[in-house]
């Protein structure tokens, strides 16, 4: 027995040496404490075997450079492959425990995304890709590759096979290639996010220091509130941000929601209502479950306060903010806290599955009022024995994803980029 293992280690090693001779080298640095710094070697081994194992190597002359960077119980996880052009990957780790599965994300990501080339758009549903295939889309897109708008979007819809799109000052329907005009919000408030609801469109807005909600239908305002109104288990549910200086994880909180009709509706405070949704993903559980952003951007199943599932995956918050003057607590002006509520992107439902938006901001996630992004990845958990398995549908590059929207089996996907945008669509 000894005399075999003996065998396999030295066949590894030729293996590793073969493939890093004649492909491409892998170099690990890494930053932190020292039993930390002291996994070096292990990881770059364990990176190129799995590479060999995936028959996944680069050309000759490549490197593949991996930095680990230990900042407090977060660790960034970063990879560049020298090709032409350059790929990267980027990830933010939990927990030592989680860097296997990112070194298995990252080789999946940096050596199959090549070989996927972006779909051309069509007005029709495009074919679907080949199961677990990724679709990246470059900077900047090529002109075919979806639908150009001369503005930055803020959200879309689709509603009874017409997709719609927003700034913050228009709501447009899109008419093949063009986006027509066809409502704007009253006064100074801005657009900030659309949902179809039944025959209509509901249209999140912000004005001076309150979110008010239009009900849109036939391009009319039929109906508003003044508090942030969402689609909740088949109703409508309204809620207001406050703030309160006070608390100790954060000014702002919403208020206990209410459905339009008057009924309170238990919502856990801490967790972002504006993209939260319900479903009945768990048909063992007792009634629908809530899916919703916690305050660290993890992606949460509750039923009732029963937490069923957290991802390990930390989203990013999108660059539209609410800046809150509300609050139960009065303070000069001097003395009020940041107020700010930035909006987190939209998630939907999908055959059981949740799709999401990750948006990268690297190092400036670090800086809470800089909202700048390197790249955008949009994301699926699909249900599986032990929870919900990740993957990425469709990778943006140097540009930020501001919302999807579902066509039947088709995403749609709304790119920002300088001052322009695109939508994209995917077969699913």
């Not at 292990?42 to 593949?64: D, F, H, P, S």
């Not at 306060?305 to 991802?311: A, E, G, P, Q, T």
């Not at 949009?378 to 501001?402: N, Q």
């Amino acid at each position: 027995m000894k005399k075999s293992s003996a065998c396999l280690v030295l066949l590894l090693s030729l293996l590793i040496a073969s493939g890093t001779a004649h492909a491409f080298t892998v170099v690990v640095e890494m930053t932190g404490a020292e039993d930390f710094v002291g996994l070096k070697e292990g990881i770059q081994k364990t990176i190129t075997a799995r590479c060999l194992a995936n028959n996944v190597a680069g050309q000759a002359g490549e490197t593949l450079s991996v930095s680990l960077v230990q900042l407090g119980e977060t660790i960034s996880f970063d990879a560049v492959l020298d090709s032409k052009p350059p790929r990267a990957f980027h990830r933010d780790v939990g927990s030592r425990g989680e860097i296997s599965g990112v070194i298995d994300q990252m080789i999946g990501e940096i050596f199959t995304v090549a070989a996927s080339a972006p779909p051309a758009w069509s007005g029709a549903p495009s074919a679907a890709p080949a199961e677990d295939a990724l679709i990246e889309i470059p900077a900047p897109p090529a002109a075919e590759s979806g639908i150009e708008l001369p503005f930055v979007a803020t959200s879309m819809a689709a509603l009874g096979g017409t997709l719609y799109v927003s700034d913050e000052k228009t709501l447009y329907r899109m008419e093949g290639n063009d986006a027509v005009p066809c409502w704007s919000p009253p006064g100074t408030a801005r657009i900030y996010r659309l949902y179809p609801y039944r025959d209509s469109l509901l249209a999140v807005t912000n004005r001076r220091d309150s979110f008010i909600t239009y009900q849109i239908r036939d391009s009319k305002a039929v109906q508003s509130w003044e508090r942030c109104v969402v689609p909740l288990g088949g109703t409508l549910v309204m809620s207001r941000l406050l703030t309160d200086s006070v608390l100790p994880d954060g000014a702002n909180y919403w208020e206990e929601p209410a459905a339009v009709s008057g009924e309170g509706y238990a919502f856990p405070q801490g967790f972002d209502f504006v993209s939260a949704w319900t479903a009945d993903i768990y048909p063992g559980q007792e009634g629908s479950e809530l899916v919703a952003f916690d305050k660290m951007g993890r992606i949460t199943i509750l039923n009732g306060s029963d937490r069923l599932w957290v991802s390990d995956t930390k989203v990013a918050s999108l660059p539209l903010y609410f800046e809150n003057r509300t609050g139960t607590v009065k303070m000069e002006k001097k003395d009020r806290p940041d107020s700010r509520y930035y909006l987190m992107p939209r998630m939907l439902e999908y055959r059981g599955g949740i799709i999401t938006i990750a948006n990268d901001q690297g190092l400036m996630r670090f800086l809470r009022n800089v909202k700048l992004y390197n790249s955008s990845r949009i994301l699926a958990f699909s249900p599986d024995k032990t929870g919900f398995s990740e993957r990425d549908l469709a990778v943006v590059r140097k540009h930020y994803c501001a919302d999807i929207t579902l066509d039947r089996d088709d995403l749609i996907i709304l790119i920002v980029k300088k001052s322009t945008s695109l939508i994209r669509r995917i077969g699913l």
